[in-house]
């Protein structure tokens, strides 16, 4: 690849390009068209997709029925080893005073 240039053009210079010069005119209007129209087009298409999921069903139930919550099995059960849970530690000794 190789890099270009592209010449830089006030604003103004561009609308009278525009306005004295019709058939460039006209040929930038259709690309603006176009490109208008498939931005539209893009939106719409994600609009209708969001109302779609908006308006589906919930069949998580149907599809997932409610099941009672398993008790532990045996290798989910702690290690016998396992130090309970230790208590806060003692305060220090008093030294006579």
């Given at each position: ?36 129209a ?15 999921e908006?308006a589906?069903?919930d ?5 997932f029925?409610?099941i ?10 702690p290690?016998a ?8 530690p ?8």
């Open positions: 690849m190789r890099a270009i240039s592209l010449p830089r053009m006030c604003l103004s210079s561009f609308f009278e390009i525009l306005r004295s010069e019709h058939e460039i005119a006209v040929k930038m209007l259709w690309q603006f068209l176009g490109v208008l498939d931005r539209l087009d893009q939106t719409s298409k994600d609009l209708a997709g969001a109302r779609e908006l589906a069903e069949i998580t139930d149907a599809i029925p409610e009672e919550e398993p008790s532990p099995a045996f290798g989910d059960l290690p080893s396992a130090a309970p849970p230790s208590a806060p003692a305060p220090p000794p008093e030294h006579g005073s």
